[in-house]
């Protein structure tokens, strides 16, 4: 099985901040890395497809790069609704596989 | 308005059985693949099965094959996961995805499974 890891583990950051979380695959999945946002008590949301496709709706503050084994989200401007967990998922083989998460709050 | 409705969950014993069902509105139900993701309290996600909007490719994480059985009913609408010889690491929100292969673009707001004497 691909394993995925996350850095950091979590962090905190002001509002108005650039943040950078990075995914790191154990294999090469090309661009098929997934990332999602989840507020607590809540589901996940879908952010970024294929590496750095957005979904539809999502502010462009949020980017996504990478490709083969090491990917990057990052929120160009940290805003008050941003602080949440942030995941990053392989699809490039099954069975598909999360990263452990990436907790941001607030300094 | 899309929607996604998990029902099903509950306290159940271990080595007991509990079948999920996921309720789709919304959207055209068989064109897109289905999948459960579960989160453990206090954890993170995990994936644990997808199936194709035409049943005919299905997936299962380790942790659950042989044990739950993913289907569908493109006429109701509806995703099921049956899962038997449950055990304590089972307890979980489960969550009910739809999307493609590429992207999940719908998500349930989840039902929690708790397994427990």
């Known amino acids: 099985d691909i394993q995925v890891t996350q850095s950091p583990s979590s962090l905190s950051a002001s509002v108005g901040d650039r943040v950078t979380i990075t995914c790191r695959a154990s294999?090469?999945?090309?661009?098929?890395l997934a990332w999602f946002q989840q507020k607590p008590g809540k589901a996940p949301k879908s952010l970024i497809y294929?590496?750095?496709t957005l979904h539809s709706g999502v502010p462009s503050k949020f980017s996504g790069s990478g490709s083969g084994t090491d990917f990057t989200l990052t929120i160009s401007s940290l805003q008050p609704e941003d602080f949440a967990t942030y995941y990053c998922?392989?699809?490039?083989?099954?069975?598909?596989?999360f990263g452990p998460g990436t907790k941001v709050d607030i300094k | 308005e899309v929607q996604l409705v998990e029902s099903g969950g509950g306290l159940v014993q271990p080595g007991g059985s509990l079948r999920l069902s996921c309720a789709a509105s919304g959207f055209t139900f068989s064109s897109l693949d289905m999948t459960w993701v579960r989160q453990a309290p206090g954890k993170g996600l995990e994936w644990v099965s997808s199936i194709t909007g035409s049943s005919a490719y299905i997936y299962y994480a380790d942790s659950v094959k042989g044990r739950f059985t993913v289907s569908r009913d493109n006429a109701k609408n509806s995703l099921y996961l049956q899962m038997s010889s449950l055990r304590a690491e089972d307890t979980a929100v489960y969550y009910c995805a739809g999307g493609t292969y590429e992207k999940i673009d719908y998500w349930g707001q989840g039902t929690l499974v708790t397994i427990s004497s």
């Open positions: 294999q090469d999945i090309s661009n098929y």
């Open positions: 998922q392989q699809y490039n083989t099954y069975p598909f596989t």
């Open positions: 294929a590496a750095s």
